[in-house]
């Protein structure tokens, strides 16, 4: 089994930064890609970042291009979502998500993703 379990969130104000973290644990974390999404209120869940085990190729959400960095650390099991300039339009439950095949690309359909974890929450406040 694999387990993912987020950690970071919080209440901030507009233009403020946070860092989330997902650690893995219950397979090779190397081996696979990673993804955040987000769900706010009312709304679906939507894709917010990748990034792929090889290359560590990202990929991004144009609603969060230029503010938030993708990242991870083969090492530690984990990988990180660096929100920079957060908006109150940010604020959402934060899902960290890996897949349970090993795509060589970072997809953005949530419905290819097999593991989640319990969910961070993010206020931005104006």
């Known amino acids: 089994q694999v387990q993912l379990e987020e950690a970071g969130g919080g209440l901030v104000q507009a233009g403020d930064s946070l860092r989330l973290s997902c650690e893995a644990s219950g397979r090779t974390f190397n081996m696979y890609n990673m993804a955040w999404f987000r769900q706010a209120p009312g709304k679906g869940r939507e894709f917010v970042a990748g990034i792929s085990a090889v290359g560590f190729s990202r990929e991004y959400a144009d609603s969060v291009e230029g503010r938030f960095t993708i990242s991870r650390d083969n090492a530690a099991n984990t990988a990180y979502l660096q929100m920079n300039s957060l908006e109150p339009e940010d604020t959402a439950v934060y899902y960290c998500?890996?897949?349970?095949?090993?795509?060589?690309?970072?997809?953005?359909?949530?419905?290819?993703?097999?593991?989640w974890g319990q969910g961070t929450q993010v206020t931005v406040s104006s």
């Open positions: 998500a890996t897949p349970s095949r090993a795509y060589g690309v970072v997809r953005r359909d949530e419905s290819l993703y097999d593991y």
